[in-house]
């Protein structure tokens, strides 16, 4: 039989409510977000870069059907979000797709007019710039630098269109995309916070940022009513 010291149960009550309050706090900062994204941006070269490609893969700007045909172990993209993408095709964005044996297995988007992340930000661009967002290789195929490859890709092409400026963005802790941006010589021009709880979001834009991307502009619906036609994207 254990015999506990006289006092045991005085100090279990006395540490008692100070462990409730510990719980209470660390529930109020699990419903409590703040995350922070850097903007990059890089000239584009004059003259289209060596693409180096990986062998065995191919890559083109993806249509329709490779969007809608895109398995979501490859590609991320579930039934809803392969016909958001299609809606976005439609509305003059475009993707950079990598196969390998005629399967998706990369994918990169890209929006000529905007920088827009959803629930973040959304800043006109200019003629000469455009963004690229929602890049992602199949697990299957990652070690293999798609990501690079892609992104050559697409300044290959830009530089071709006559554009100069190619902007993109990445978290603070998403280490493998800001490795890849830094390897294309990417710079950070400008920082967001997002502060986000219960009901309520807020993003905050550096004043660096917003001298390089002074227009911001209204959240779109035009995907959600495309999406919500009876007769479908």
Not at 212 to 220: A, D, G, K, T
Request: aromatic content about 8%; some cysteine; proline content about 6%.
């Amino acid at each position: 039989m254990t015999v506990l010291p006289a006092d045991a149960g005085a100090r279990g009550a006395r540490t008692s409510p100070l462990r409730r309050i510990r719980k209470i706090l660390g529930r109020i900062r699990r419903r409590f977000v703040l995350d922070t994204y850097d903007v990059f941006a890089r000239r584009i070269p004059a003259v289209p870069e060596d693409l180096g490609a990986p062998d065995g893969y191919e890559f083109s700007w993806g249509s329709a059907a490779d969007v809608a045909g895109c398995d979501e172990h490859h590609t991320e993209l579930d039934e809803k979000e392969r016909r958001e993408g299609i809606v976005r095709l439609r509305l003059g964005h475009r993707v950079v797709v990598a196969k390998r044996d005629g399967e998706v297995v990369f994918s990169m988007w890209e929006n000529p007019r905007n920088l827009n992340v959803p629930g973040l930000i959304k800043r006109r661009l200019g003629a000469h710039q455009s963004f690229i967002y929602k890049a992602f290789t199949s697990p299957d195929h990652r070690g293999r630098r798609l990501y690079e490859a892609g992104m050559r890709f697409v300044l290959g092409a830009l530089a071709a269109e006559g554009k100069r400026e190619l902007v993109g963005y990445a978290h603070v802790k998403k280490r493998i995309s800001r490795q890849g941006l830094a390897a294309l010589r990417f710079d950070s021009v400008g920082r967001v916070r997002l502060l986000a709880g219960p009901g309520w979001r807020r993003a905050f834009v550096s004043r660096r940022l917003a001298e390089r991307f002074p227009e911001p502009l209204p959240r779109s619906e035009a995907v959600a009513k495309a999406m919500a036609d009876p007769k479908g994207p």
